[in-house]
């Protein structure tokens, strides 16, 4: 029989207690440093980030605590770019029919460069009636015109394409205007003078901008360094120069160590003097007596060298054969002349004789011109002292950039 000591609470008609939760020692669960604790968030975190399947899953208990077990983290993917820097650049270039040669040109200096056309036509009343052949696929294309500012009347019908353009859904728009026309147009001297510089600067800097951003502006030459300034923010102009053509012109000649540079001006010399500053130099200047303008050197030895003279364009022509003869009396054994923009107004390239081997005062060695103004290159075209320096390359270049 058993004891009562040894009885169940039951047999007595009391309740069985039902077992609660029990408080657990502190021991039981070491605490923790704050920089573990956050080094397990951390891992957490990396784990739903990138860890593996595997590790996901991989939990340990040892008796005192349970912890994730470091995932292992699997690299991840770099993101796939349109483009790598220095890669060639696909773009499709337009031009003015002025320009059809050079663009030609261009395209068959640079497999990366297409050509495109554009239906210049006119209604009835003279108005220009223009048309962009294939629109449609020029979406998300790098585009490019090449224009011809030669006279007032072609500029309108340009610029009408120009500010169409990058409209078309187009990556990106350059303007190449090898010659800014009105450069020699860039001050207000008297009250009503108008600079008409400035005007078609902020006409150009009004092109529309296309998803890329603002257009690029690429200008050989410009007349007046001042003139880089008028162009307002929602256009990037690109100042390039002719001279890389006329130094490899130089390289090629039988008396290329016998060179010398003369400018005709202290503008010309302030202009161009940095990219020649190899060669020996003389600088002229000019002075006006009455009617007669009068050139004379101010610096620099013409004797016994092949003197080049550089500017950046010629008009009348009537400084350039001013500093042709004062070059021949102080003894130079051969004048040649260069100018980037040949703009010969009234057909004054006539004034320009070559000197068949005559020595200086009987005219010029070498008359080298850029093709920037296309109808002066077809009226000089295999005349001699002439010779075409193109400036295709350094388009081809410039649009890579």
């Given at each position: 029989m058993?004891?009562?000591?040894?009885?169940s609470?039951?047999?007595?008609g009391?309740?069985?207690?039902?077992?609660?939760p029990q408080?657990i020692?502190?021991?039981?669960?070491?605490?923790?440093?704050?920089?573990?604790?956050?080094?397990?968030?951390?891992?957490?975190?990396?784990?739903?980030?990138?860890?593996?399947?595997?590790s996901?899953s991989?939990?340990?208990?040892n008796?005192s605590?349970?912890y994730?077990a470091p995932p292992?983290l699997?690299?991840l993917?770099?993101?796939k770019m349109?483009?790598?820097?220095?890669?060639?650049?696909?773009?499709?270039?337009?031009?003015?029919?002025?320009?059809?040669?050079?663009?030609?040109?261009?395209?068959?200096r640079?497999?990366?460069?297409?050509l495109?056309s554009?239906s210049?036509?006119?209604?009835?009343?003279?108005f220009?009636n223009?048309?962009?052949?294939n629109?449609?696929?020029?979406h998300?294309?790098?585009?490019?015109?090449?224009?011809?500012?030669?006279?007032?009347?072609?500029?309108?019908?340009?610029?009408?394409?120009?500010?169409?353009?990058p409209?078309?859904?187009i990556s990106?728009f350059t303007?190449?205007?090898p010659?800014?026309?009105?450069?020699?147009?860039?001050?207000?001297e008297?009250?009503g003078?108008?600079?008409t510089?400035?005007?078609?600067?902020?006409?150009?800097?009004?092109?529309?901008?296309?998803r890329?951003?603002?257009?690029?502006l690429?200008?050989?030459?410009?007349?007046?360094?001042?003139e880089?300034?008028?162009?307002?923010?929602?256009?990037?102009?690109?100042?390039?120069?002719g001279?890389s053509?006329?130094?490899?012109?130089?390289q090629?000649?039988?008396?290329?160590n016998?060179?010398?540079?003369?400018f005709?001006?202290d503008?010309?010399w302030?202009?161009f003097y940095?990219q020649?500053?190899?060669?020996p130099?003389?600088?002229?200047?000019?002075?006006r007596?009455g009617?007669?303008r009068?050139?004379?050197?101010?610096e620099?030895?013409?004797?016994g060298?092949?003197?080049v003279?550089?500017?950046?364009?010629?008009?009348?022509?009537?400084?350039?054969?001013e500093?042709?003869?004062v070059?021949?009396v102080h003894?130079a054994?051969?004048?040649?002349?260069?100018?980037?923009?040949?703009?010969?107004?009234?057909?004054?390239?006539?004034?320009?004789q070559p000197?068949?081997?005559?020595?200086?005062?009987h005219?010029?060695?070498?008359f080298?011109?850029?093709?920037?103004?296309?109808?002066?290159?077809?009226?000089?075209?295999?005349?001699?002292?002439?010779?075409?320096?193109?400036?295709?390359?350094p388009?081809?270049?410039?649009?890579?950039?």
């Amino acid at each position: 029989m058993a004891t009562a000591t040894s009885a169940s609470p039951a047999a007595f008609g009391a309740k069985t207690p039902v077992p609660g939760p029990q408080p657990i020692p502190a021991s039981a669960f070491p605490r923790r440093s704050p920089r573990a604790a956050a080094s397990g968030r951390l891992r957490a975190s990396l784990h739903l980030g990138g860890a593996s399947a595997a590790s996901s899953s991989s939990v340990v208990g040892n008796g005192s605590g349970i912890y994730l077990a470091p995932p292992v983290l699997a690299p991840l993917a770099a993101p796939k770019m349109s483009g790598t820097v220095g890669s060639p650049k696909s773009v499709l270039l337009f031009y003015c029919e002025e320009m059809r040669e050079l663009a030609e040109q261009v395209v068959a200096r640079n497999d990366d460069i297409e050509l495109r056309s554009i239906s210049w036509r006119t209604f009835a009343d003279g108005f220009p009636n223009l048309f962009i052949s294939n629109a449609h696929t020029i979406h998300g294309r790098h585009v490019a015109f090449l224009a011809s500012f030669s006279s007032p009347s072609v500029i309108f019908e340009q610029l009408s394409i120009i500010y169409a353009l990058p409209k078309l859904f187009i990556s990106s728009f350059t303007l190449i205007l090898p010659f800014f026309p009105t450069g020699t147009s860039e001050r207000m001297e008297d009250e009503g003078d108008v600079a008409t510089a400035f005007t078609l600067a902020r006409i150009l800097s009004n092109i529309p901008i296309s998803r890329g951003g603002p257009s690029s502006l690429v200008i050989f030459d410009i007349h007046a360094l001042q003139e880089r300034f008028y162009f307002g923010d929602s256009v990037l102009p690109c100042f390039e120069s002719g001279i890389s053509l006329l130094k490899s012109r130089l390289q090629e000649l039988p008396d290329s160590n016998n060179i010398t540079i003369a400018f005709p001006d202290d503008g010309a010399w302030k202009r161009f003097y940095k990219q020649l500053q190899h060669f020996p130099m003389i600088v002229c200047n000019k002075v006006r007596e009455g009617k007669h303008r009068i050139v004379r050197i101010k610096e620099g030895d013409a004797r016994g060298r092949h003197v080049v003279i550089v500017d950046d364009l010629v008009q009348s022509g009537g400084t350039l054969i001013e500093c042709q003869k004062v070059l021949a009396v102080h003894g130079a054994a051969k004048v040649s002349a260069y100018v980037t923009h040949g703009i010969f107004p009234n057909k004054s390239w006539e004034k320009f004789q070559p000197d068949n081997g005559d020595g200086p005062e009987h005219g010029l060695s070498h008359f080298w011109i850029t093709d920037s103004c296309p109808l002066t290159v077809n009226a000089v075209k295999d005349r001699r002292p002439f010779e075409i320096l193109s400036l295709a390359g350094p388009i081809a270049s410039a649009l890579q950039i």
